[in-house]
């Protein structure tokens, strides 16, 4: 069990950069969550912005002091919190079509419900700390920014949700994911549901690298967490974040 402490706040900057501020000060403990109501600067992935209507949504960020997860194994944590949220939504939507757009969006059918912003301290070979922003769109109804197609689990409902529930739902579901004992039954399982979840797996569709378009199926996603996609011509390419868009 990950006994999460949830420290509630009005109002911060971004919850991530608030937990980055109590690391840097010796302050922020192995399942430390910081919840706020509202960010005034709620930070999406590279220069995004978050967009989030103060208390209708949920914006935290939580903090992993794993025992022994190598550098080079840091996409585990993305897909296990991938997985939780996508666990968490399908649930309480009851719909079977959530699934974890590459990297860390978590869409249903093609809109986007949720992001991930993982920052990850490296100590050595190993993972020191893990600060794992989630933002998931739940009563918000309107969004006012140019984020291409976002949506909440409003939007699938008569009612508005209670977010204190969600948020249980959340924690508990990564628990769950974080908590199974790290051996490669395991793995292979985490492996197989990630791809049973991920957006556009095995089906033929657009994409645009290098500001080339071409057409191709996605494979999976190799250890470093890079995406596979088979182009027309047969070959396999290897991308990392923002070297491929989704047209
Ligand atoms: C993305 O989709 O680009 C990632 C979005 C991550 C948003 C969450 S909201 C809580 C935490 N604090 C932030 O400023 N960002 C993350």
Not at 65 to 78: G, M, R, W, Y
Request: overall charge negative; aromatic content about 8%; charged content about 25%.
């Amino acid at each position: 069990m990950m006994n999460f402490n949830v420290i509630r706040k009005e109002v911060v900057d971004s919850t991530n950069n608030y937990a980055v501020e109590l690391i840097r000060r010796g302050e922020l403990n192995n399942g430390d969550v910081i919840l706020a109501r509202e960010q005034d600067m709620g930070r999406g992935y590279g220069n995004n912005v978050w967009e989030s209507e103060p208390g209708k949504n949920i914006t935290m960020s939580i903090c992993f002091k794993p025992e022994n997860i190598n550098a080079s194994d840091q996409f585990i944590l993305t897909k296990m919190l991938s997985l939780a949220v996508v666990d968490a939504i399908s649930g309480l939507i009851k719909r079977d079509d959530v699934s974890v757009k590459w990297p860390n969006d978590i869409y249903i059918g093609d809109m986007k419900a949720a992001g991930i912003l993982v920052q990850n301290y490296i100590a050595g070979s190993k993972i020191d700390t893990i600060i794992a922003g989630i933002g998931l769109n739940v009563n918000q109804q309107v969004f006012l920014s140019d984020a291409p197609n976002p949506v909440s689990l409003r939007n699938f409902t008569a009612d508005d949700f209670d977010i204190e529930m969600v948020l249980s739902i959340i924690l508990d579901k990564i628990d769950d994911y974080y908590c199974g004992a790290p051996d490669d039954d395991l793995q292979k399982k985490l492996d197989s549901k990630y791809l049973s979840k991920l957006y556009r797996h095995k089906i033929s569709a657009k994409y645009e690298a290098e500001g080339i378009a071409f057409e191709g199926i996605i494979t999976g996603v190799d250890e470093y967490g890079r995406l596979t996609i088979t182009n027309s011509e047969g070959q396999h390419k290897l991308f990392a974040h923002k070297e491929v868009k989704f047209l």
